[in-house]
């Protein structure tokens, strides 16, 4: 087994990039990747498993074909894609797959892409790059960054981002977290399962280079209650909010930080930043906070 260092997949993906001219093209055109490596999508709709992929253990490959999202059927260069998951689930899943094929040591290996696989925390090192790759090709890169650093220092600039490259909220905001050349930092929450009407779990946190190297990380928590101004934000019903004030931990003492809020009706997701830090940019953000959705105004 060769595992490829981050530089190496990111060179694999502007290969791809290049060659299917999907640079400069908004929303990234994943299919039209899709059809370039030479794979294609099932056209239907009825989600199944490739017969090549059987469970040894009956009961085991039931439970696990209820969390699966995306399959790639490397011997019919076939990806199958749960086609319930929400659009920018789905384009995110598509390039997964896609990921798979395009990772020399990984095409010959048959495997099941379930919610743990997917996620931020994965341990796996195999799934891992399959994410990088993903994330890479759907934000184009360093197009996604040269496009932050023209906007705004505010969680509307993601949100737009989001929306330019067709990729969802949460990977866009942690992107453009760290890999922002400001001093800026990310809280996600979520709903506390155990207590879904006072307190919230923190789900990532996230910084920048220059805050890590300024500040430390943020220390958090593992749950928030309702002290904690965000909680409070979203107990008042709010959805998107750029005026917050929070005093808060780090690895270097308390400090005070301005946040943004913005609530997805999944997660909330805080962006935080030092008081003063420079937000100068000739591109305004223009959100609409009742649906959230951002939009660049030159």
Excluded at 90 to 116: C, M, S, Y
Aim: proline content about 3%; charged content about 25%.
């Amino acid at each position: 087994m060769i595992l490829l260092p981050k530089e190496d997949i990111d060179d694999i993906t502007y290969d791809i990039l290049k060659s299917s001219r999907a640079f400069d093209i908004f929303p990234t055109p994943v299919d039209k990747i899709i059809h370039h490596c030479d794979l294609r999508l099932n056209s239907s709709s009825d989600f199944h498993i490739p017969r090549n992929y059987i469970s040894k253990n009956i009961d085991a490959f039931k439970r696990m074909q209820k969390k699966i999202l995306g399959v790639l059927d490397k011997t019919e260069k076939v990806i199958f894609i749960d086609e319930s998951l929400v659009p920018a689930k789905k384009t995110f899943v598509k390039l997964h797959e896609v990921g798979h094929n395009a990772i020399p040591w990984q095409r010959d290996i048959h495997f099941l892409d379930n919610d743990f696989t997917l996620s931020h925390d994965v341990k796996s090192q195999f799934e891992a790059e399959a994410n990088h790759f993903a994330s890479g090709a759907l934000f184009q890169l360093d197009r996604f960054t040269n496009y932050a650093k023209s906007l705004p220092l505010e969680i509307g600039s993601a949100l737009a981002l989001a929306d330019k490259f067709g990729g969802s909220y949460h990977a866009a905001i942690r992107r453009y977290v760290e890999r922002s050349n400001k001093r800026c930092a990310l809280i996600i929450i979520e709903k506390n399962v155990f207590d879904t009407n006072t307190t919230f779990q923190v789900k990532g946190n996230y910084q920048s280079i220059r805050f890590g190297r300024e500040f430390g990380k943020l220390i958090m928590p593992d749950i928030l209650d309702s002290n904690f101004p965000f909680v409070k934000d979203f107990h008042a019903g709010k959805k998107l909010h750029t005026d917050g004030i929070a005093n808060l931990n780090t690895a270097s003492g308390e400090e005070q930080f301005q946040y943004h809020y913005f609530f997805n009706q999944y997660c909330i997701f805080v962006l935080i930043f030092p008081t003063g830090e420079k937000n100068k940019s000739r591109t305004k953000i223009v959100i609409n906070s009742s649906q959230g959705h951002a939009g660049i105004i030159l």
